[in-house]
C-alpha cells in the first residue's frame, strides 16, 4: 500500500511590494479649519438613506461633529433669516454659502490599498484622487507597511496631510517585532492581536489560515473590539472557506 503525504499549501497575496512615501504635510494653502463651529447654510442635502433630496437647509458642526440639520426654507423663495442657526459668538467659526449647491456623505471605500513602487509610489497622489472623488474615509486592508500605515492614520487624525480618515486593517504577522516570528500555533495567534491593538491597529486582514489559528485570531479580535475581514481565495478552500469563516464570526 502506498501512502501519500498532503501539504496545503496557501499563498498570501504581496499586498505592498516597496514602501510607500508618506505624504508631505499639509500646506497653508490646502484647506481650513479646523473649527469650532462651521455652518453650511442654504445647500440642498442628499442625506444617503435613499430618501429624495431635501432643502435648503443649514447643517451645523460643532467639532467635527453635526450637531443640527434645520430646514429653512423651500426652493426657490427667500429664506427668512429668522429661521436660521444662530452663529457662535465663541470660537472659531466658519459660514459657507452652498445656495444652489448639493452636499451628501462622505463615500467610505471599505477595501483600498495606497499603492506601491509599480503604480503610484507618492500617498499623496491617492490620497488627494480618493478626496477628489468625495471618499471621505478609508479601510487600509492594508494601505501599506504596518508602521507605515499607523503613522499615516495618525497624521491624518490630526489634520496634518491632506487624506482621508484612515482605518487600519493588518495581516496577522505583520510589524517590525514579528519579522523573525511567524503564526504557527493559537497561542502566538493571541499574542499578535495584542500586539497590534496595543499599537493602534484596528483591525484584522485575514487569509486562509488553518481553522484552530483562524478561530483563535476571531475571537481575539472580537474580545478587543477589533474589526475584521476576509480574502478567502479559492487557493486556500481546502482549509478554510467563506462559509467556515462566518461559522467563526467572520463579520459577512
Known sequence: ????????????PLLVSAQMIGAPDRKASEGEGPFDQLIIRGVTMIDGTGAPPTG??????????????????VPH?????????KVATKGKVKEIDASGKYIMPGIIDLHVHTGGAEKAPEAEYTYKLWMANGITTVRGVPTGDFEWSLTEKNRSASNKIVAPRIVNFQVPGSGKEWKDRKINTTADAKEWVQYAKKNGVDGLKLFSFRPEIMKALLDEAN???????????QSGVAQMNALDAARLDLPV
Open 223 to 233: 474580545s478587543l473590539g477589533m474589526g475584521s475581514t476576509a480574502h478567502l481565495a
Open 1 to 12: 500500500m502506498k501512502h501519500f503525504l498532503l501539504l496545503t499549501l496557501v499563498a498570501f
Open 77 to 85: 423663495v427667500a429664506i427668512n433669516p429668522a429661521r436660521r442657526p
Open 56 to 73: 435648503p437647509v443649514d447643517i451645523v458642526v460643532e467639532n467635527n461633529k453635526i450637531v443640527e440639520i434645520k430646514s429653512v426654507g
